[in-house]
């Protein structure tokens, strides 16, 4: 029997190893890899746009340097925060990176900071265009780095018998809410959870969303236009997705989703950002 199963799409995959490669008893699983090749890709469309719009690449290869070290501390500390009833007992677990548990919120937001820090303080560089010049290739990033929640089994949505349902083998996922395994199935003596793949739902997503910003740039209107979009359709998505899934982080003594309250923030940042770069802008032709 297959390990993974998208039975209304006809789609069966008979194994798949969390483990990429085994050296010397050193693993290296598939997870890292594809945060790995989100890096490097968003790296590279930030070089491109950098370079289209006649901007040092070197600048933005410098502020990566740093920047992207911070994001990745940052998501680990977001998802740690949310999930200190699981690390409190055992401390040195927060520090197992290769076991997955990184937040992208949290990337975001360490992100956001870095550049206002980059920007304001230390290059005194203009933020709102740098942010029309990363913000997009962050959704690049975002949308590769979701496969790897693929290979781990998480990150997935309740029970669902739609198009893109996908079935996962019990002894294989961590946990699993009884909503879903109320709806177990047993076929050929295999136990199986049938579930949304969440994951999958926001990879897509984002390459549409990147999709319709790169076509926007070349109609850009005023600086932090791009990025503000970014926040508002970003938001919008999370939004819709982290209410399919099964794994959301809490906050602290309610039932509220922290990521799900966070990107109701985002939509309205990104809609305030825009209305006041877009005004800012008319009063700056307005008096030249």
Known sequence: MPEIWFPNL????????????????FNLYWYGIFIGIAIVCAVLLVMWEAKRTGQSIDEYLDFGTWAIILSIIGARAYYVIFSWDYYKTDLMKIFAFREGGLAIYGAVITGILCGAVYCFILKKKDFWLMA????????????????GNFFNREAFGGYTDGLFAMRYVLEQVGEVPQSVLDKMMTI????YIQVHPTFLYESM??????????????HKQFDGQIGALYLVGYGLG???????????????????AVSQLLSVVLIAVGLI??????????KCAAEM
């Open 132 to 147: 029309d010049t990363v913000l997009p290739s962050l959704l690049l990033g975002q949308a590769i780095g979701r496969w």
């Open 273 to 282: 950002l825009y209305i006041y770069r877009r005004n800012a802008s008319k």
């Open 238 to 256: 999370r939004v819709w997705i982290e209410s399919l899934r099964t794994d959301q982080l809490l906050l602290w003594n309610t039932n509220i």
């Open 10 to 25: 006809g789609i069966c995959i008979d194994k798949l190893n969390r483990t990429a490669v085994s050296i010397g008893g």
């Open 188 to 191: 050929g003596g295999v136990n």
């Open 205 to 218: 997503w984002n390459f549409a969303v990147l999709i319709i910003l790169l076509v926007l740039r070349k």
